[in-house]
Every structure is written in structure tokens, then in C-alpha cells.
């Protein structure tokens, strides 16, 4: 059928682990919340960049407790053989984490942490059947405590 067409593209997108880092590649409208003390709504790119990499930028409207503002972030994104790698979009580029990916339950799932300071950022993405995907930062340490709770949808 016809209508089944574009779903069965969408779900086979994260068929394995190595299918997930050509299916990034696009425009993504993203939804973060922060703990219940505020939101962003905008739209997340991931294009070609160098050495075959993902440039990611996110931009989009930030509510943080009584404030409202424009915000963007930069990232660039590197597959491996299992997942991927994403780095700060500095030059040189310098390494924010690893993740490796395995399916479970028709989801692919992986974990990283990053150590800034004294500050832990634990890290899971999760990319759903349904073309989906989230991340989730669980930052602690003496200077934060929050988790950012990020939703990807075409």
C-alpha cells in the first residue's frame, strides 16, 4: 500500500546501529524540557561537514523560569562503527562523548557520561521505531543538578 510506504522508511531508518548516524541527516523540530523550570521549541539541522562528519545546530526559543530568549547550540557528530561520537564544534574539535548502540525492544539505545570539571554529564539516547529519537542529559555536581529531556521528530 501506498500510505505504508513513507512509514516503512522511517522505521527501517534505525534498523541497526550503523543506519542511525545516515538517518540524523536533515531537519529536525526539537522539544527540551529542563526539569520542570523551563522549555525550548525550535529546530535542530544535521548537515554534511568535514571528513564526512554531521555539523548538528539547534536553535529555537528558551523559556527559563521568568525568561524567554533565542538560543542555538553547535555540535558536530562522527560515525563509528557502532554509533557515534560528538564533539564540541570548537577547532580544534574536542571529543564530549562516545555512544555505543544496541537494540532492545525495537529501539536503539546507548549511554555516555562526560566529565566538565566537577560536573558529570550522563548522557542516553534513545532512537524509537516510529522515526523518533530522544536525549537526555542528566548533569550533577556542585555547580548543577538538573535534567535536560530532549524529544527529535521529522
Given at each position: 500500500m501506498i500510505a505504508d510506504g513513507p512509514r516503512a522508511a522511517v522505521v527501517s531508518a534505525?534498523?541497526?546501529?550503523g543506519d542511525v548516524?545516515?538517518?540524523?541527516?536533515g531537519d529536525w523540530k526539537l522539544l527540551r524540557r529542563l526539569d520542570g523550570r523551563g522549555w525550548m521549541q525550535g529546530t535542530a539541522t544535521f548537515s554534511d561537514g568535514a571528513d564526512g562528519n554531521l555539523a548538528y545546530h539547534e536553535r529555537g526559543r528558551v523559556r527559563l523560569d521568568a525568561q524567554e530568549f533565542e538560543a542555538e547550540r553547535k555540535y558536530v557528530f562522527a560515525a563509528r562503527p557502532a554509533g557515534f561520537a560528538v564533539y564540541f564544534a570548537e577547532t580544534p574539535l574536542r571529543l564530549f562523548h562516545e555512544v555505543e548502540l544496541t537494540l532492545a525492544n525495537g529501539t536503539l539505545s546507548g549511554q555516555a557520561s562526560h566529565l566538565c570539571a566537577a560536573d558529570l554529564y550522563r548522557s542516553r539516547y534513545a532512537f524509537v521505531p516510529d522515526g523518533r529519537f530522544t536525549i537526555d542529559h542528566e548533569v550533577t555536581g556542585p555547580k548543577k543538578s538538573y535534567l535536560l529531556s530532549t524529544m527529535f521528530a521529522r
Open positions: 534505525w534498523r541497526s546501529p548516524f545516515a538517518g540524523l541527516k
